[in-house]
């Protein structure tokens, strides 16, 4: 999903538990220019709900979701564009 824009950051989440993904995808968001794209890779079964979630609530567009690999090693994979945010509270 990797693409060798200048514009696509990668954030491995891997090993990390709810509510860091979560957490560190929305600092990462929030770091990032309109246009610019986020791929975040993470092993948290709950990433599947909480990310969609989070991309919504940034006004951000998830482009894709994929899910790798299976039992016991499964990766959940994001591709993210962010677009132009509402102000934060």
Do not use: W, Y
């Amino acid at each position: 999903m990797r693409d060798e824009d200048p514009d696509c950051v990668d954030l491995d989440l891997s090993g990390l538990k709810c509510p860091l993904p979560v957490l560190r995808t929305r600092k990462a968001l929030r770091g990032l220019a309109a246009g610019q794209t986020l791929v975040v890779t993470c092993t948290d079964p709950l990433a599947a709900l909480d990310i969609p979630n989070l991309v919504r609530e940034e006004g951000a567009r998830l482009d894709a979701a994929e899910r790798l690999g299976g039992p016991p090693a499964v990766r959940l994979r994001f591709r993210i564009t962010v677009s132009a945010r509402p102000p934060h509270s």
